[in-house]
């Protein structure tokens, strides 16, 4: 039996290109779930954060409690 060179060839590149076809694939497909979780993070994440406004209404509120809590403090410390 006579093997020919370009079978032997052919076996050699088989062998070379399977695994890496293989590692591209799975490569490319772990990206893509990469991909969506970073995607599904990014909206997840603008929940979390306050708007500027609510932000300034709430340090608004806090300092006029604060206020009242001082004046109350003046009265009991001067009265």
């Not at 497909?29 to 609510?54: G, H, P």
Request: aromatic letters at 6%; hydrophobic letters at 45%.
């Amino acid at each position: 039996m006579d093997i020919n060179p370009i079978i032997i060839w052919n076996v050699l590149l088989s062998l070379i290109y399977a695994p890496l076809i293989y590692a591209i694939r799975s490569n490319a497909n772990e990206i893509q779930r990469v991909n969506i979780l970073v995607n599904r993070t990014r909206e997840e994440i603008a929940v979390n954060y306050v708007s500027k406004s609510d932000n300034e209404r709430d340090m608004d509120m806090l300092i006029k409690r604060f206020d009242k809590l001082e004046e109350k403090l003046d009265q009991v410390l001067n009265g």
